[in-house]
């Protein structure tokens, strides 16, 4: 038993003696030939050992890349910082900033004088080459007629059609001054006035109806067309026509061509200018219209529509010419009111009467004085009666304040022809006559059997030229009854104590009318003379057709005009433009206005 073990215990040792000890490290890498034997006993041949280095790779290889690596990152450094040395290692740190240049100095702009290749300009995205193919109908369109050089013109072609549309544009939103003017000083800003912050109480009651439009738009300037108006100018005066007297109870009146086209709403301002024969209207669409009255050739078109302009958010109630210069003043039931420049195209927003915001809520009311030197406006205030605030026409600003002692308010003014005092017309029948000269009441009176009193209207012209009370001859007072009083105020002037007159004014207390006209059986909205003082219209809203003529001085109704198929329709405004000649005559031309939206005129010889 003990021999076995030891025999077994010497053949171990043998067995551990015979195995080949593993070469050391160095000697692998000092490449050694010394050969490996498997625990099977099998040698590996040089295939192998070659495939076994290129799938696992060996020491040899492993360090060979790492150098490699080594060295290429090293390289990279080197690149970068040559690269940062010859690049801005060397500037000044001036350079190292870019500084914004002026408009003028865009770097990314091409230079003026280079061209650029025409082959390689690419085609305006508008362009479509079915444009001259396609047939586009301007008359059946309404929101297209604008766009017609004629009356007849109705089909154009779709390249024609994008022209016009360009066109259009461009005149409702001329080129900004400062484009214009690109390269030279910027043109200055204008500033706009603020809105001053109400009451409370003036907040809650005119929230719903007076949103303030902040953007106005740029209206294409009329200096062309005024600065060589040869064709509108209206030749009228002293001595360049002969003026012939009316006759009483018949009159010559021809109706001549209408003024084109149909307005979105009624048209409740109706206006000629003093000396061109332009017409403007208005109303609550919030666009206001000119026309070049010309019913006769040469114009290829009867009164052919100028321009036209529209502000959001705003009913005009109230447009006017100014008697000297190119603007006009526009208003609506709003803090504010616009005045806009015909010579240069410019529109100025007013949004207060400073020191008079509680009193001058609403502006939608307001009249010229003939000499253009002042604006009234009706307040909206009737603490004590009424208030007019008069502002000058050149500065906007205010300069006097009119208060009237009337219950229920003013119902409606007049300036005197001179331009030097109001006539204010209470709605309970008190008139005042107010100096501006002398900034108080020169005078007050009642209006006889006055059952709400609703318009009042001046004309004509007398003699004196110191009167006290302007040089209005007549004067007209409308009530809500329809009842139509004619005064001549030249009897008050020429009899020296008449009855009933007070001692510190030159106007009976009490005046008889020169005439009481009945015509009318509906309140009485409209009264208006004509510029030489020999007809008056008067006219009622309420019902249909509802329009006399007066001849003046006899104060009697024409009976031949208008008849049963007149076509006036429901009546909001009228207006009369005087001293055309024809023939060598003095013809004036009535303008009445419908709740259509349509213009009519009619030529008195």
């Known amino acids: 038993m003990a021999k076995s073990k030891q025999a077994k215990a010497n053949k171990k040792k043998e067995e551990t003696v015979q195995q080949p000890t593993p070469p050391a490290q160095d000697e692998m890498d000092e490449g050694s030939d010394v050969e490996f034997v498997t625990e099977g006993g099998i040698e590996k041949d040089d295939a192998e050992e070659e495939l076994e280095r290129l799938v696992f790779g060996d020491s040899e290889g492993f360090r060979e890349g790492l150098k490699d690596f080594n060295l290429d990152d090293q390289e990279a450094e080197d690149d970068e910082d040559d690269a940062s040395d010859d690049g801005l290692a060397g500037m000044d740190d001036a350079d190292l900033f870019i500084s914004d240049l002026a408009p003028t100095e865009n770097p990314?702009?091409?230079?003026?004088?280079?061209?650029?290749?025409?082959?390689?300009?690419?085609p305006a995205a508008w362009e479509d080459s079915d444009d001259e193919r396609l047939m586009i109908s301007l008359a059946n369109v309404p929101r297209l007629r604008k766009l017609r050089r004629t009356e007849a013109e109705d089909l154009i072609n779709g390249k024609e059609y994008s022209r016009r549309l360009r066109q259009q544009f461009e005149l409702l939103n001329p080129k900004p001054e400062w484009a214009q003017t690109a390269g030279g000083k910027p043109a200055r800003k204008k500033r706009r006035t603020s809105?001053?912050?109400?009451s409370s109480e003036e907040e809650a009651e005119f929230d719903g109806e007076m949103d303030v439009d902040d953007e106005v738009p740029s209206v294409a300037p009329l200096s062309k067309l005024l600065q060589d108006a040869q064709s509108l100018v209206r030749e009228s005066g002293r001595g360049s026509g002969k003026k012939r007297k009316i006759r009483p109870e018949t009159i010559d009146i021809q109706r001549t061509k209408d003024v084109p086209g149909i307005q979105p709403s009624a048209i409740t301002s109706l206006s000629f200018h003093p000396s061109?024969?332009?017409?403007?209207?208005?109303?609550?669409?919030?666009?206001?219209?000119?026309?070049?009255?010309?019913?006769?050739?040469?114009a290829p078109t009867p009164n052919p529509l100028l321009t036209s302009m529209h502000i959001r958010g705003t009913p005009l109630t109230t447009t006017a010419f100014h008697p000297n210069d190119s603007r006009i003043f526009l208003s609506a039931r709003r803090r504010y009111f616009h005045v806009w420049n015909l010579q240069t195209g410019q529109v100025e927003k007013v949004t207060r009467v400073y020191g008079q915001q509680h009193e001058q809520r609403s502006m939608e009311n307001f009249k010229?004085?003939?000499?253009?030197?002042?604006?009234?406006?009706?307040?909206?205030?009737?603490?004590?009666?009424?208030?007019i605030n008069i502002l000058s026409a050149s500065t906007l600003q205010w300069a006097a304040q009119v208060r009237i002692e009337s219950r229920g308010g003013i119902a409606d003014f007049s300036w005197w022809r001179d331009g030097?005092?109001?006539?204010?017309?209470?709605?309970?029948?008190?008139?005042?006559?107010?100096?501006?000269?002398?900034?108080?009441t020169v005078a007050r009176w009642q209006d006889e059997g006055a059952v709400g009193t609703?318009?009042?209207?001046?004309?004509?012209h007398h003699e004196f030229v110191k009167s006290p009370i302007g040089t209005d001859r007549w004067i007209s007072i409308g009530s809500s009854s329809g009842i139509v009083n004619i005064y001549d105020r030249r009897e008050w002037l020429a009899s020296p104590a008449p009855a009933g007159k007070a001692v510190d004014q030159p106007v009976p207390v009490a005046p008889k009318p020169t005439k009481t006209l009945d015509h009318l059986t509906t309140p009485t909205s409209h009264l208006a003379f004509s510029p030489d003082g020999q007809i008056m219209v008067m006219a009622s809203k309420w019902k249909r057709d509802a329009l006399r003529l007066v001849h003046l001085p006899s104060c009697t109704v024409f009976k031949n005009w208008p008849t049963n198929s007149t076509p006036l329709g429901r009546i909001t405004g009228v207006a009369f433009c005087g001293g055309e000649i024809v023939g060598g005559d003095v013809h004036s031309v009535l303008a009445v206005a419908n709740e259509q939206g349509k213009i009519k005129l009619w030529e008195i010889r």
């Not at 990314?108 to 690419?122: G, I, L, N, R």
């Not at 208005?282 to 040469?298: E, K």
């Not at 604006?375 to 009666?385: E, N």
């Not at 209470?426 to 108080?440: A, F, L, P, V, Y």
Request: negative net charge; glycine residues 12%.
């Open 108 to 122: 990314y702009q091409a230079p003026a004088d280079s061209e650029d290749d025409e082959t390689t300009k690419q």
């Open 368 to 387: 010229l004085s003939p000499d253009g030197k002042y604006m009234a406006l009706q307040g909206s205030a009737r603490k004590g009666g009424g208030v």
């Open 195 to 198: 809105n001053e912050a109400e």
């Open 420 to 440: 030097k005092g109001l006539c204010i017309a209470g709605k309970s029948g008190e008139i005042t006559e107010w100096s501006i000269q002398d900034q108080r």
């Open 454 to 460: 609703t318009t009042l209207s001046l004309g004509g």
């Open 276 to 298: 061109l024969p332009l017409l403007l209207s208005s109303g609550p669409s919030s666009t206001l219209y000119l026309h070049h009255i010309a019913p006769s050739p040469p």
